[in-house]
Nanobody
Framework: QVELVESGGGSVTAGGSLRLSCAAS???????VAWFRQAPGKEREGVAA????????AYTTSVKGRFTISQDNAKKTVDLQMNNLQPEDTGMYYC??????????????????WGQGTQVTVSS
């Protein structure tokens, strides 16, 4: 069973940056890895995803131009570089993996494997 471990969360002030990393115990080049986030009282939201085969990426509108998702196949990691963070970016961030690239990238139901989450807090 594949395991995912996130790291890199923390607290920053608005305009700051953080880099999240997701380490996988196994990797395939025929799937998809995504970052989701969930704020208290809100639904889990897809933030960004990357196709592990061709490296194509997708982002939710609110983070375009600020966040960048990338992968290192040799290290079996997927990182999320987050710049110009804003208070509305606050939440628990989860890494999720699917060894299939079918379905909506931002739908949690399409990802069977999840990490434990890492907290991101942005103060104004």
């Amino acid at each position: 069973q594949v395991e995912l471990v996130e790291s890199g969360g923390g607290s920053v002030t608005a305009g700051g940056s953080l880099r999240l990393s997701c380490a996988a115990s196994a990797y395939t080049r025929n799937g998809r890895v995504a970052w989701f986030r969930q704020a208290p009282g809100k639904e889990r939201e897809g933030v960004a995803a990357i196709n592990t085969d061709h490296g194509g990426t997708a982002y939710t509108t609110s983070v375009k131009g600020r966040f960048t998702i990338s992968q290192d196949n040799a290290k079996k990691t997927v990182d999320l570089q987050m710049n110009n963070l804003q208070p509305e970016d606050t939440g628990m961030y989860y890494c999720a993996a699917s060894w299939s690239a079918y379905g909506m990238w931002n739908s949690p139901r399409n990802f069977p494997t999840w990490g434990q989450g890492t907290q991101v807090t942005v103060s104004s």
